[in-house]
């Protein structure tokens, strides 16, 4: 299995990628199993990604998910099948060491990365843990979110650009923000899926543009990105979460085509 503290630090890319939540056990290996045959496809490392529970929803009537211990329970049996590193969301402190057990990398929600005890907390536990810049955040505080982390003993720390806010129900993408939070010395990942949703657009849920989704992730590999974040379904509009920013499997193996295509060019020119 990958060594995932290994991962951003050779100059090699990577990609985290999966369902946005847990669909079923079934459904979480078919897709896990078309993901990381793409995946290979192109020799890029793989984390796989899918949440057990969406805490943050736009309504109620949002589904959440299977829950922590199904959840967890679904992901360390796609880990097991297919030997590869799996990344999940943490939302409270009581997740944290049951997620660990089973989670190579933790992740902090993007609301979430100004929790103090929560990061804390998932520093001590997890072997790498991935922070998502809030979308209000800008990208050179989160120096301020490392230290949190590096000061209770956390190296293997990621961080994430997801957008930022841009009036209600819009983001943007500032690209400069990339090299900025590069200059942390922390492997830097871009989120094309998250960045391209319209949060709260439909009232109940959030909206997005998924077709612009392939062109911002070409521009972050250009601007200099350790890895790929994105959320991909078999069937993006019928998915239960996400159902408008989630790509199809044949626009992830294109988007892998692309980014590797776009590396090999800056490398030839350095």
């Not at 997740?95 to 990398?105: R, S």
């Not at 930022?164 to 943007?172: A, E, I, K, Q, R």
């Amino acid at each position: 299995m990958i060594d995932v503290k290994q991962l951003g630090k050779n100059g090699k890319f990577f990609v985290i990628a999966g369902p946005c939540v847990i669909e079923g056990t079934d459904f979480l290996l078919k897709t896990a199993r078309t993901i990381k045959g793409i995946a290979d496809e192109f020799g890029v490392p793989l984390v796989f990604k899918s949440s057990y529970d969406k805490a943050n929803r736009t309504s109620m009537k949002g589904f959440r998910g299977p829950g922590l211990k199904k959840g967890l329970a679904d992901l360390a049996l796609v880990k097991k099948k297919f030997n590869i590193p799996v990344l999940t969301d943490i939302h409270e402190i009581g997740e944290v060491k049951a997620a660990a057990k089973v989670a190579d990398v933790l992740q902090i929600p993007a609301f979430l990365s100004r929790q103090t005890s929560l990061l804390r907390e998932a520093a001590r536990h997890g072997e790498v843990v991935n922070v998502k810049k809030a979308q209000f955040m800008a990208p050179l505080e989160m120096i301020h979110v490392i230290g949190k982390m590096m000061e209770v003993g956390q190296k293997n720390i990621w961080l994430t650009e997801r957008g930022t806010s841009f009036g209600y129900n819009n983001l943007v993408v500032d690209f400069r923000g990339i090299p900025e939070m590069k200059k942390t010395g922390c492997p830097v990942i871009f989120d094309g899926t998250h960045s391209v949703q319209q949060p709260a657009a439909k009232g109940t849920s959030s909206g997005g543009t998924r077709e612009h989704a392939p062109d911002l992730m070409r521009a972050a590999v250009a601007v200099g990105v350790d890895g790929l974040f994105m959320e991909v379904h078999p069937d993006p509009p019928k998915a239960k979460s996400d159902a408008a920013t989630q790509i199809t499997f044949e626009t992830f193996r294109q988007v892998l085509r692309d980014s590797l295509a776009i590396q090999k060019i800056l490398l030839k020119n350095r």
